[in-house]
């Protein structure tokens, strides 16, 4: 083989971590796949860092079963995974004059980004602003979005509300406390004892420590009630919420490998259509406008993502297994 071609071959591949099949994160393999090429309205971003999402571990492991119906029946429609990015712009598609080859952006993609290199649509992209690393900028997609499409958009928070964020500790909970907080908002965060001071630092007016206190029986009232967790009945939690108040599930209580978070959810809306209180479910949709919102945000001061952990592309399968177990402080982030 010349060098020429060895050279092309090398241009035409990348490494990235592939599930094959639904599994654990064993199932995941790294390997040398094609490299993408941008399309009209994309374009070809060269991977520093991504972070795992809870999102990656359920299309990786296929469950629950329903998300099978839109991501591949017998195993992942889309075998490259990973949701959120940060990396520099390579390549431009047709039509593209939102970016230039060189930026340094941030965004989503629906998968593909645990690897060298991935395409992303223009609309689900922002440049990494002042102040913020590469990696910094990878752990904001999901988690800051989530966050503040709950709070300002389904929940409508306001400058001098009162919002209760329950699960504050994780990578979405990080990101509401300080979103709650750049919003003019009086933020309680409910956490484990390890991450109490952590949570005080971000900002938050105050903590409950979930093993010492049940939040659900609290004397305050709350406007918006943020709930990442699903660990408490929607009764309890409308106790502590203002007769007028938003609750926001973006959890679900347990549902079993088939329906998972299915008839939470539809709990959630069928309670709100009784009740004088507004109860909704969350589901994310990335957009650029809050992409550059989160950007403003961090070139301010006011949100710094909590990175708990950083792993390699080789161990990949190591990040995810860590996200899998629970319980982890901010976001947990793949350096490419």
């Known amino acids: 083989m010349s060098d020429g071609q060895q050279s092309t071959i090398e241009r035409a591949t990348m490494t990235a971590i592939v599930a094959p099949r639904y599994g654990s994160s064993e199932a995941l393999r790294t390997q040398a796949v094609p490299r993408p090429v941008a399309a009209a309205g994309e374009v070809l971003v060269r991977v520093r860092a991504a972070a795992v999402c809870r999102g990656d571990v359920h299309l990786l492991t296929g469950k629950p079963c329903a998300i099978r119906l839109g991501f591949g029946l017998r195993r992942p429609k889309y075998p490259v995974i990973g949701h959120d990015l940060a990396g520099d712009v390579v390549d431009v598609g047709p039509g593209v004059s939102e970016f230039d080859r060189g930026d340094s952006v941030f965004g989503a993609v629906d998968s593909g980004a645990f690897a060298e290199f991935a395409r992303v649509p223009v609309g689900r992209l922002a440049r990494v602003p002042d102040g913020l690393t590469v990696i910094e900028a990878a752990a904001l997609p999901d988690s800051g979005m989530t966050a503040l499409q709950g709070l300002r958009d389904v929940g409508g928070l306001r400058a001098g509300q009162k919002v209760l964020v329950n699960g504050a500790s ?69 106790r502590v919420l203002a007769p007028k108040g938003v ?90």
């Open 170 to 238: 994780g990578g979405v909970g990080t990101s509401a406390v300080q979103i709650a907080k750049a919003l003019g908002a009086d933020v309680t965060a409910v956490c484990g004892p390890r991450h109490v001071e952590t949570l005080r630092a971000l900002g938050a007016d105050r903590v409950i420590d979930y093993t010492t206190a049940d939040f659900t029986r609290d004397t305050d009232r709350y406007d918006v009630l943020l709930d990442l967790v699903g660990n408490r009945p929607l009764t309890a939690c409308r």
């Open 247 to 336: 609750f926001v599930s973006s959890a679900g209580a347990p549902g079993g490998d088939w329906l998972g978070p299915v008839l939470w959810v539809a709990k959630v809306v069928l309670t709100g259509l009784v009740v004088g209180q507004t109860m909704r479910p969350l589901l994310m949709r990335p957009f650029r406008a809050d992409l550059e919102f989160l950007a403003g945000l961090a070139a301010e001061g006011k949100l710094r993502p909590v990175i708990e952990r950083r792993f390699p592309l080789a161990a990949a399968a190591s990040a995810v297994a860590h996200v899998a177990a629970g319980h982890a402080q901010g976001k947990t982030v793949i350096v490419v």
